[in-house]
């Protein structure tokens, strides 16, 4: 069964910086895609990016975040800098072994349990 388990979310300032990892585990070969998704209280999830043999960013994160993969760890980071309060939210990792449209949550097949990301003014 494969799990997924984020950690690294906490409080920051505005303008500060966070580093967010998510490790997968239950399987002996590494994703094909894995990203990170965002939900901010009564609004839908939302792509925030997306690593495979390319990095995708959503535009309101571009410039600011960097997905990284670590595939001996089976691991995906996502470095925060920058952060604004509009970015305060649950962050999710998810994971997929298919070629679809990287930033549609659909196209993911595993998720984790998310972590909280609250930024202050």
Not at 44 to 71: L, M, P
Not at 94 to 120: E, F, H, I, L, P
């Amino acid at each position: 069964q494969v799990r997924l388990v984020e950690s690294g979310g906490g409080l920051v300032q505005a303008g500060g910086s966070l580093r967010v990892s998510c490790v997968a585990s239950g399987r002996t070969s590494n994703f094909y895609r894995m990203g990170w998704f965002r939900q901010a209280p009564g609004k839908e999830r939302e792509f925030v990016a997306a690593i495979s043999g390319s990095a995708y960013y959503s535009d309101s994160v571009k410039g600011r975040f960097t997905i990284s993969r670590d595939n001996a760890k089976n691991t995906v980071y996502l470095q925060m800098n920058s952060l604004k309060p509009e970015d305060t939210a649950v962050y999710y990792c998810a994971a997929s072994n298919r070629v679809a449209d990287a930033t549609m949550a659909s196209s993911y097949d595993y998720w984790g349990q998310g972590t909280q990301v609250t930024v202050s003014s």
